[in-house]
């Protein structure tokens, strides 16, 4: 990546931080959906139909596969997440040194959103079994969490690395 004479933002660098405000709008899209999930296992609506929300949710949305990108460098389209890890972190640190803590601390959301995500799932499984109060509220209580954590994450790193995007001609790697 280059940076514009005297390192001020361009068109090029503009468009890089409306990508990545556009991908972020599709996961909070999906935290809407995650939120009213919440609201309907707490209104007590039937197990098999949270499940299947879930299930649902898991197989096509941004968030779940945001799990498994910041773990197993795949899916979540894979350009994006593979990209933040493997190419646009080492970049941000390089062409900014005064981000590695803000780096370093979306590295480790990412982590924490996995473990969030694994707790959604196993509290889902346990739905319509024994317990069914107890796991009801785990469940809410998860998926409240990773709504709540994410988007901050997400405000987070957009308010945190789009001025050094903003000064790049070019994705890092491209």
Known sequence: MTLTEQGRPNPRGEAMVAELTWVHDMIRHDLGVIRQMA?????GRPASAIRGAIRSLA??????????SCLQHCRFVHSHHTHESMLLFPA??????????VVDKLEADHAHVSGLLDEVEAASHQLGQAGEP???????????????????????????????????TRWPGW
């Not at 197989?59 to 498994?68: I, N, Y």
């Not at 796991?135 to 990773?146: C, G, I, S």
């Open 39 to 43: 609201a309907d296992t707490e209104e």
């Open 92 to 101: 941000l640190r390089e062409a900014n040194p005064a981000l590695g803590a």
């Open 59 to 68: 197989s096509g949305s941004a968030v779940w596969q945001l799990k498994v």
């Open 134 to 168: 107890a796991t009801r509220e785990r469940l809410v209580t998860a998926l409240r969490t990773l709504s709540a954590d994410l988007l901050a994450h997400l405000e987070y790193e957009e308010e945190h690395i789009s001025g050094t995007l903003r000064t790049w």
